[in-house]
Structure formats: structure tokens, C-alpha cells
């Protein structure tokens, strides 16, 4: 949406603008200063500061300023400089106060990307899946399949070759593998040769991976290969679904999940050990206050020993939380049972669906997959649904 300049206002230290909108944004010099974007001070190309905003006078002032149209220039103080805006980005980027929420800052993308949270019932019916042909012979089909994971949480990809080699073609369809002590794309059978339950034909309960990690891994990929006996059938739950009605139900349950640090490690090779640079809640939310990701892994979780406000009271009310939350989790209104096969690659994000073998399974089983970093998922997924142009306005 368009808007235009009805007055102008300069100040001491700030401009007042009254948009057409009959609202009034406050701009001080030295935001506008610093978000000049001529070619002198911004790089249009690699969208990159060029001027070093501490070479900016604390006395820096508009001396005159001029408007054309959708062109906002400033006449500065100080080396006779210029800044142009287009006044739609200054409406955009507002800060004072703020006029457009940061989810409707980007044309579409609260439409185009909203979650779609599901329980089985739900989830059964909308089954999200793709045919490997289609992701790899179009951009197109990569961004169906980029939005069906992103809006479901993960996807089903169909008539696979059964090979590693095509695994690994379409899962960098999407970005760069993302390499772990595990190594980069993995290939494996039940045979403990890596000191970790995946690597055995053991039960494993709903949980994500690396929660070990600073930054645990955004999507991870799964495809059977060959399996000779029965057993191991997956189950996958979406935690935001989980969390939400824990947040309607128990409230005080909610806010402890989000606040509690929990020590994790991995520690099973002789040269790993791996704990994130500090301990991080279950529930972790943005600066807006949103849900953005679980982290849910009972095997990896250390003592809990870390210094409390009030641990006579926390502790208790932690695992009655939690008991609360595994009991959501693994309700048969929750969790869907799915058998893996060759031929099919399940892929996931990690930071919201949950994934289990949930019984041990009997024979010989060779899986390969790998993981990808979120940022480099939520750039394929902005980037392929998005406009280019709209999502640079906010930067």
C-alpha cells in the first residue's frame, strides 16, 4: 500500500511527519543520517553499510529537506550531504512509533506463510507430500515443497530412487548440508558404530535433535533405505499444536517450560562433547513473544543443577509441567504413526515437529539423511513464495 506526506515538521533533533494515514512518526536525525542508502554510504548490490556510523557528528541536523512525489530528501549539516527516502519505506520502517507490525511487513507473508497446526485428525486428511520428479525438475516444484514443510512442519517425497547419491541430489535442492560430528550426509545401519541410541534398533520417544547445540539443526531428512524385519514405526508430533493447548489449559505449566533452563550434552565418542553456550527452556520465543522453537530431548538432557530464583518451588512444578507436556505430546489425538519406506523421504523441521521410533524393530535397517540450517531453510522459503524487492524493504 501507498502512502503520502501531508505535513512536515523539523525539529531539533527530530522530523515529525503526518502521513496520509492522519498518524505522526518521529524520525531522529542520526536514524535518518545512518539509513542513508545513496551509493555512498549503503552498496546497492551487496545490500551492505559503507559509512562508518560513528563518523556521524552527535550535532547532526536536517537544514532543509525537499519532497517529490514518493522522494523524501534531506539537506544535512554536516559535508553538505544528501539522504534520499522513498517515503513508503520511512511509513515501512517506522519506529516512533512503530505502524506496521513486523509479521505484516513483508507483503503476503502472513498469509502465504502461516502455519497450519495440526493433531491427527487433521494431518490425515491434508497429508503433505510431493513427488521427487516434480522438486527436481522445476523451481516450481521446490517451492511447493519448501511451503509444505514450512506450513506443516514436514513433508512426504514419493518415488524416490533408493539411493543415497538421489537422497542427497534432492535434499541440497533446498541448501548446503549442514555438518555435525556425525559428519555431513549420513548413511548408516543399526549397528552402534556411533555411540547414540539412533544408531541402535531400540524404541526412541518424541524429541528433536541437537538440542546439545547452540543453534540445533532447522530441517533433517530421513530415508529407509532397506529394512529386512518388522518394527520402527515413526511417529511425528507438532509441538506447536502441543503447546498451544498447554499454554489454554495450564498456563503456569506454559511459563515455566519457557523459562526453565535445561543442561544438554552429547557426550558419547571420546573426542565429543558438546554442550550449547548456555541452557535454553523447552519453549523459546521471539522478541514478539511467539513461538518459534522446542527443544525436547529426555536421552540428551544433563543434571539439572543450574542456580534457580526459587528451586523449592521450580523443581516440583518442572516436572509436573513437563509430565503434563510429554502427556499431550504422545496423546493419540497428537502423535501420528507413520512407517518409513524405501522410496519415501520424510523431511522435518526440527525446531517444531517432533519425531520418534516409536517400537524397536527387528532385522537390518540402512537410513542415510542429513541436516540443513534453519536461516538457510527460511531464505529458500522467503525467497521462492516471496517478492525479492518487498523483503529487501525491511532491511
Known amino acids: 500500500m501507498s502512502h503520502s506526506v501531508k505535513n512536515i515538521e523539523i525539529g531539533?533533533?527530530?522530523?515529525?511527519?503526518?502521513?496520509?494515514?492522519k498518524v505522526e512518526s518521529k524520525f531522529h536525525y542520526i536514524w535518518l543520517r545512518d539509513h542513508c542508502h545513496c551509493s555512498e554510504c549503503y552498496h546497492p548490490l551487496t545490500r551492505q553499510r559503507l559509512q562508518n556510523t560513528y563518523d556521524i557528528p552527535d550535532d547532526i541536523k536536517a537544514v532543509s529537506y525537499e519532497l517529490s512525489g514518493d522522494r523524501l530528501i534531506f539537506n544535512w549539516n554536516h559535508q553538505d550531504h544528501k539522504s534520499e527516502f522513498n517515503v513508503n519505506w520511512l511509513f515501512l520502517n517506522s519506529y516512533c512509533p512503530v505502524l506496521i507490525l513486523q509479521e505484516d511487513k513483508i507483503k503476503n507473508e502472513s498469509s502465504y506463510l502461516k502455519l497450519e497446526l495440526w493433531d491427527v485428525a487433521k494431518i490425515e486428511t491434508e497429508l503433505p507430500r510431493i513427488d521427487y520428479l516434480e522438486i527436481m525438475s522445476s523451481d516450481e516444484g521446490i517451492k511447493k515443497w519448501v511451503l509444505k514443510i514450512w506450513k506443516y512442519g514436514f513433508c512426504l517425497v514419493d518415488n524416490v530412487p533408493e539411493s543415497p547419491e538421489c537422497t542427497q541430489d534432492l535434499i541440497e535442492k533446498i541448501s548446503f548440508i549442514r555438518p555435525t560430528h556425525y559428519g555431513g550426509f549420513w548413511d548408516f545401519t543399526s549397528d552402534l558404530n556411533v555411540n547414540d541410541t539412533a544408531y541402535t534398533d531400540i524404541a526412541i520417544p518424541l524429541h528433536t535433535d541437537g538440542t546439545y547445540f547452540t543453534d540445533p539443526p532447522g530441517l533433517q531428512l530421513?530415508?529407509?533405505?532397506?529394512?529386512?524385519?518388522?518394527?520402527?514405526?515413526?511417529?511425528?508430533?507438532?509441538?506447536?499444536?502441543?503447546?498451544?493447548?498447554?499454554?489454554?489449559?495450564?498456563?503456569?505449566?506454559?511459563?515455566?517450560?519457557?523459562?526453565?533452563?535445561?543442561p544438554t550434552h552429547s557426550a558419547g565418542e571420546e573426542n565429543v562433547f558438546i554442550q550449547p553456550s548456555?541452557?535454553?527452556?523447552?519453549?523459546?520465543?521471539?522478541?514478539?513473544?511467539?513461538?518459534?522453537?522446542?527443544?525436547?530431548?529426555?536421552?540428551?538432557?544433563?543434571?539439572?543443577?543450574?542456580?534457580?530464583?526459587?528451586?523449592?518451588?521450580?523443581?516440583?512444578?518442572?516436572?509436573?509441567a513437563t509430565k503434563r507436556w510429554n502427556e499431550l505430546l504422545e496423546s493419540n489425538k497428537n502423535e501420528f504413526y507413520h512407517t518409513l519406506k524405501p522410496g519415501q523421504c520424510l523431511i522435518f523441521d526440527n525446531w517444531r515437529v517432533l519425531h520418534s521410533r516409536r517400537?524397536?524393530?527387528?532385522?537390518?535397517?540402512?537410513?542415510?539423511?542429513?541436516y540443513i540450517n534453519r536461516d538457510d531453510f527460511t531464505s529458500r522459503v522467503k525467497l521462492l513464495n516471496l517478492d525479492r524487492e518487498d523483503i529487501l524493504a525491511t532491511i
Not at 12 to 17: D, P
Not at 232 to 247: N, P, R, V, W, Y
Not at 301 to 314: F, G, I, K, M, V
Request: glycine share 6%; charged share 20%.
Open 12 to 21: 531539533s533533533s527530530l522530523v515529525t511527519i503526518l502521513w496520509d494515514t
Open 278 to 320: 548456555y541452557p535454553r527452556p523447552i519453549l523459546n520465543h521471539n522478541y514478539m513473544g511467539e513461538l518459534i522453537q522446542v527443544r525436547w530431548n529426555i536421552s540428551d538432557r544433563s543434571t539439572l543443577n543450574l542456580p534457580l530464583d526459587d528451586p523449592e518451588l521450580q523443581i516440583p512444578l518442572f516436572y509436573k
Open 359 to 370: 517400537t524397536k524393530f527387528t532385522g537390518q535397517r540402512r537410513m542415510c539423511g542429513a
Open 222 to 262: 530421513f530415508h529407509l533405505l532397506k529394512h529386512t524385519g518388522t518394527g520402527g514405526i515413526t511417529t511425528l508430533c507438532d509441538s506447536f499444536h502441543c503447546a498451544k493447548l498447554l499454554q489454554l489449559e495450564n498456563p503456569e505449566y506454559y511459563e515455566i517450560l519457557s523459562k526453565f533452563p535445561i
